[in-house]
T-cell receptor, first 113, second 115 residues
């Protein structure tokens, strides 16, 4: 069964901490994405990558960075966590070519206190 | 500005009836549109894709229409079941220069199918 795996389902971090969210996919997909989901705002794209070591800003990149050192792994980094980054974070992947549907992970619910 | 609108109010219907969910968009010219299902605490799951030159697409009890003139997609579930209860998201597809596609999501409509 093909899969996108996010390392943690729940995380609680303190304000100012550096936070790493990890995502691994086993489908050999070129494209990977990080979204956050908040009530009433839906899913908003933070960053995406269409190749190893490549990254592109999404709609809300401020306060975040990403790393893609290997094709299967895409990490989201909160440089200095703040309470307004409390959210559900969702990772997704897709093949490079064609309008294929995304495969999402189960999400990480991050609480910053 | 670009906007994707789905009915934010929950849709409650009786088992066996047809559920119809609406997705309207402005200031987009998507080549494709996708629909996803999301259960509480889980990531969205891809259901269907429809191209701009397709008027209708079916998959089992699901049917999607895409009207680029009205800038609207309708998502139908026929013979609905309680197990269909979930939030349904529409997403507009933009083709990336580097290859692949980027999705912009609506906020979703919650469907509740009652016995």
């Amino acid at each position: 069964d093909v899969k996108v795996t996010q390392s943690s389902r729940y995380l609680v971090k303190r304000t100012g901490e550096k936070v790493f969210l990890e995502c691994v996919q086993d489908m050999d997909h070129e494209n990977m994405f990080w979204y956050r989901q908040d009530p009433g705002l839906g899913l908003r794209l933070i960053y995406f990558s269409y190749d190893v070591k490549m990254k592109e800003k999404g709609d809300i990149p401020e306060g975040y960075s990403v790393s893609r050192e290997k094709k299967e792994r895409f990490s989201l980094i909160l440089e200095s966590a703040s309470t307004n980054q409390t959210s559900m974070y969702l990772c997704a992947s897709s093949p490079r070519h064609g309008p294929y549907g995304y495969t999402f992970g189960s999400g990480t619910r991050l609480t910053v206190v | 500005s670009q906007k994707i609108e789905q009915n934010s109010e929950a849709l409650n219907i009786q088992e066996g009836k047809t559920a119809t969910l609406t997705c309207n968009y402005t200031n987009y010219s998507p080549a494709y549109l996708q629909w996803y299902r999301q259960d509480p605490g889980r990531g969205p799951v891809f259901l269907l894709l429809i191209r701009e030159n397709e008027k209708e697409k079916r998959k089992e009890r699901l049917k999607v229409t895409f009207d680029t003139t009205l800038k609207q997609s309708l998502f139908h579930i026929t013979a609905s079941q309680p197990a269909d209860s979930a939030t349904y998201l529409c997403a507009l597809v933009s083709i990336l220069t580097g290859g692949g596609n980027k999705l912009t999501f609506g906020t979703g409509t919650q469907l509740k199918v009652e016995l």
